[in-house]
């Protein structure tokens, strides 16, 4: 398309501010949207451990089944 030359610098200007202005705010947004989703999976996250939280075992040693005399006869 064949601008002229006044309306083309003009034209020039506007489309390197509207990149800067863009590179900006497209930072801001992803950066709120992300700070957004993240922060709400977080909070659901932690609400969701909460709700299902188990109170705690004094300990964590599981007893071993009995086994019977015979078991070491034949190991291999």
Partial sequence: MNI???IRKLTDA???FAHVLG???SFILLT???IAGF???AVAWRI?????R??????????PP?????DMLHQF
């Fill in 14 to 16: 506007w489309m390197a």
């Fill in 39 to 41: 922060g709400a999976y």
């Fill in 23 to 25: 590179r900006i705010v």
């Fill in 54 to 63: 188990k109170p705690q075992p004094a300990t964590f040693w599981v007893d």
């Fill in 48 to 52: 969701a451990v909460l709700l299902r």
């Fill in 32 to 34: 709120v949207l992300w």
């Fill in 66 to 70: 009995p086994k019977a005399e015979n």
């Fill in 4 to 6: 002229p030359s006044p």
